[in-house]
């Protein structure tokens, strides 16, 4: 089975989209603020949600333990994050912002939240905001039937 013309046209444009926005976030945060987009995204979390176990920020993320942990041991190092717990539970071990780390995030949102409301939502009216939405929802909620299904 083969996707559409018109479908192939807007999945590749999708495509494109995300690989040069996230480089055009990453530029703007590293650039502003000496972060990174994973610092960016782990102290977002961190900063809405609280301290969190390793595993609970994973999921949050949706990112691989391998990443998040050389994410981790960096943000640590850089005197961004704490963790704390056992080093041979993984899980086990809860991360948490310090004053750095909330400093940091502070200073990076709003050029941040610039970057975004230009890119992705000037000129967007509330109809096709409403479109998007309702694909996003549904794309992720497919998304995690399938993943749900794939972990039993």
Excluded at 22 to 29: K, T, W
Excluded at 64 to 78: F, G, N, P, T, Y
Aim: glycine content about 6%; aromatic content about 6%; proline content about 1%.
């Amino acid at each position: 089975m083969w996707l559409t013309t018109d479908q192939q046209r807007v999945w590749r444009s999708y495509l494109t989209m995300v690989t040069a926005f996230q480089r055009a976030m990453n530029r703007q945060l590293q650039a502003d603020c000496g972060i990174t987009l994973g610092d960016y995204d782990i102290l977002v979390a961190l900063s809405e949600r609280g301290t969190l176990r390793v595993f609970e920020l994973s999921e949050t993320l949706a990112w691989e333990q391998s990443r998040l942990s050389h994410q981790l041991r960096r943000m640590r190092d850089r005197g961004l994050i704490t963790r704390e717990g056992s080093n041979e539970d993984r899980r086990g071990a809860t991360v948490s912002l310090t004053p750095a780390g909330r400093a940091a995030l502070e200073a990076a949102a709003p050029g941040h939240v610039a970057l975004v409301q230009s890119v992705m939502f000037d000129g967007v009216g509330v109809d096709e905001l409403r479109v998007l939405e309702r694909w996003t929802t549904t794309a992720l909620s497919r998304l995690a039937v399938s993943y749900q299904s794939d972990s039993s």
